[in-house]
């Protein structure tokens, strides 16, 4: 599976950015996507995840309700809106593909990262 992510950037507190990454290499229906995230000097950190299939969506505690998760099945593209955003999401953000677990900061696969940093 090959992962490219796109769309991080500098943002201001509370201001949105939309991250993109595009899933190939095998049959997408049969992967849970989601993204993972590291802060410097952390470790990884789960942010959310997509099960192709039905669309069943989880997240990390602190984006709950912040962060949203979606999937375009034309494209093989998975989203991640992330509203609201706060100084402490300043992360690089990986995509991530995995044949079935929903919540892991050790997917099967994991792309190249794209840097958010939101500004206080």
Not at 49 to 64: A, C, F, I
Not at 101 to 109: C, G, H, N, Q
């Amino acid at each position: 599976v090959q992962l490219q992510a796109s769309g991080g950037g500098l943002v201001q507190a509370g201001g949105s950015l939309r991250l993109s990454c595009v899933v190939s290499g095998r049959p997408v229906s049969r992967l849970v996507v989601g993204w993972l995230r590291q802060a410097p000097g952390k470790a990884h950190e789960f942010v959310a995840s997509l099960n192709w299939r039905d669309e069943t969506t989880n997240y990390g505690y602190s984006v709950k309700g912040r962060f949203t998760a979606s999937r375009d099945n034309e494209k093989n593209m998975v989203y991640l809106q992330m509203n609201n955003l706060k100084p402490e999401d300043t992360a690089v953000y990986y995509c991530s593909a995995d044949s079935g677990t929903l919540v892991t900061i050790s997917p099967d696969y994991l792309g190249q990262g794209t840097l958010v940093t939101v500004s206080s």
